[in-house]
């Protein structure tokens, strides 16, 4: 291809970005120091690994609350230097994080006043219902008195999280600073959408000076002589307030934490790193767990994502479904409850749409953003169907599925509706405003869906995987109808599914690829690229048996599989790039979900190299945490995966998938009907000699199990039950 033609299409896909990304997140530079989050309920805080908030460059540092930041700056100094870190580390439950800082050599009128090395300083951080507690201990482990300052530099700009992110505004709001007595600040501001916004400081014991936006202590220690400071930052509280006392508070949070765990089934196994691996991803779901009024949802991921999300939320809750389902039963009844009533183009709502997001900042207050309540996803409404009908089938919760039927009902009825505005049967989108997403499938970036020569698909869009969801959604809600006695309405919609599947392999399937398309475009032609949306497929049971298993070896060839995982698309596509969002890198949530479908067809081997692999790269990840997406590079000898600049950990889906990969390997099965638990052709990868489950529910009883790998084969020991209940392995091929 002539240069100047690549300067023209590079120059034209630049421009497509600047047009079409309105969200995107910019990565400017490296982050100097390593960031930590903490999460409870609505507020989240990130800070350095110095247990500082803005002091160094490269991270979206703050406590935030409802989308909005209430804390810009918290900067702790000693004589007017930074000290120096020992060590960071959260507790294993992500309750606090601890820090261990010393001094540097300070001097004063060029003469060394202290020593470095002489004071121990640990500063312990947590989070608890909208205000973040801070204890500073200081130990003096010279052998002569210390005398030093220890200041602690505040500030705040109220900043929207869509700001942090990188948008600009043309006006904002109004900002003050001011002490209120010798031991108390407030960080004010009055904004565009006539709301005040409200930081509270609080210091124990009161600084030595209190300025707007310092707090000096002068300290004294002797020898072997240890102090503690204490901060409290809250998020509009009403003036003056008073934290509970730091130790109170974070034992209530511990045993809160705890409480709100209990309850769910427990894994260990015979792989130390393993159970490193999904301890991580427990407490990190239990994190993104917040308390609301319909329920526990797991909110998205951190920092962008620390809200309310349809798609996430229900596949979250799907991937934890058989370790514990009463997450599913929150994040249905809080989708139901604000399911789309009318029609609303701004915000993409319809009537029976499910929630895309929902915002609680000043600019989703003026609608400079769309999504105080967004709507536009168009797959969030057939994976709650799908979801409810996968929740009443784990639990047997017939009086949920009473209260989510006419939710139920209404979903299927934008499905066949506004859903399929053509009414080719097939379920597409396109925004109904410019300020919405481009693209409204879990693939969201604008040049997500393209053509085999790269073209971006224009006009309705009909992805693949969606049409998988409305299958497996209607066959799910078919059953959920019998359960309530809707004899003729479950014949229907069992008769739609299988209308769906016949025009969905005659419109879709590639015979050249072996594969799926990944969509259809406005004028029905298929996107012919190889992409893990086929994947998905299989996950949804659409794919014929044939024609799974051609799909199934694809993914597993070097052009997808990269030893990590299945990359989005595969390599030599028009698009491809491993270091894109989601035109080459890898997501675990999107393999997870790959592998229940691989399990699906009977193809555990496949199951085993894919949770192998996510294994092998979660080794290598900070805190043995998966995050939301990693590059698409190939695996190397002696190398560890390549990250993702800005991706979200934890996130919640990511979390979830050390879960969903145990579930597919050992093919978990729950019959409430029959009081049954089978294991059907079970297979441990060959990292995993054993697997012990505890407290595995099923209705009123429990059981707990042990499953040993013996070969390619398993054996099953009930260590423990309790109720009537049994288990079986199902060997069928």
Known sequence: MPAEVVTQIMAARSAEAVAESPFYIPMTGPAARPRRSLKHDDTFIVLDSHGDIGASAGGPDGLFNADTRYLARLELVLNDVQPLLLGSNLRDDNSALTVDLTNPDVYRDGHLVLQKDMLHIVRTIFLWRGTAYQRIGIQNHGESPASFDVTLLFDNDFADLFEVRGERRPRRGIGS????????????????????????????????????????????????????????????????????????????????????????????????????????????????????????????????????????????ALQMLWIDPRVARGVLRRLAFYQAKVADPLADAEPGKILHEMRGGEMASLREVPFAQYYGSVDSTPLFVLLAGLYIERSGDEATLAELWPAIEAGLHWIDGAGDPDRDGFVEYQRASEKGLANQGWKDSYDAIFHADGRL???????????????????????????????????????????????????????????YALALDGAKQPCKVRTSNAGQLLFTGIVREDRARRVAADLMQAHFFTGWGIRTVARGEARYNPMSYHDGSIWPHDNALIALGLARYGLKHSVGQVFKGLFDAATYMDLRRLPELFCGFRREKQRGPTLYPVACAPQAWASATPFTLLEAALGLEFDVQRGEIRLRNPRLPAFLDEVVLRDLQLGHSSVDLRIRRHGDDVSMEVLRTRGQIQVSIVLAH
Not at 184 to 208: C, M, Q, S
Not at 461 to 469: K, P, R, T
Not at 478 to 488: D, E, F, P, Q, S
């Open 177 to 316: 600073s001011k002490p209120l007595g010798p031991a108390n600040v407030t960080l004010e501001y009055k904004g565009l959408d006539d709301e005040t916004r409200i930081t509270a400081l609080h210091f124990d014991p009161r600084p030595t000076r209190l300025a707007a936006n310092a707090a000096v202590y002068h300290v004294e220690l002797a020898p072997q002589q240890a102090s503690s400071l204490f901060v409290a930052a809250s998020c509009n509280k009403p003036v003056p307030f008073k934290p509970v006392p730091f130790f109170r508070g974070l034992l209530a949070h511990r045993r809160e934490m705890r409480q709100s765990s209990a309850g769910a089934a427990s894994i260990e196994t015979s792989n130390d790193i393993f159970n490193e691996v999904v301890c991580q991803s427990m407490a990190d779901l239990n994190m993104l767990m917040t308390d609301t009024p319909q329920g526990r949802y797991p909110y998205a991921g951190i920092p962008w994502y620390s809200t309310t999300f349809g798609r996430d939320g229900i596949i979250t």
């Open 457 to 515: 698909a224009e006009g309705y869009i009909a992805l693949a995987e969606v049409q998988g969801y409305v299958f497996a959604a209607k066959q799910l809600a078919a059953r959920c109808a019998l359960h309530l006695g809707k004899t003729a309405m479950a014949r229907k919609l069992e008769t739609e599914a299988e209308q769906l599947a016949r025009r969905f392999e005659d419109a879709f399937w590639c015979e050249e690829l072996g594969t």
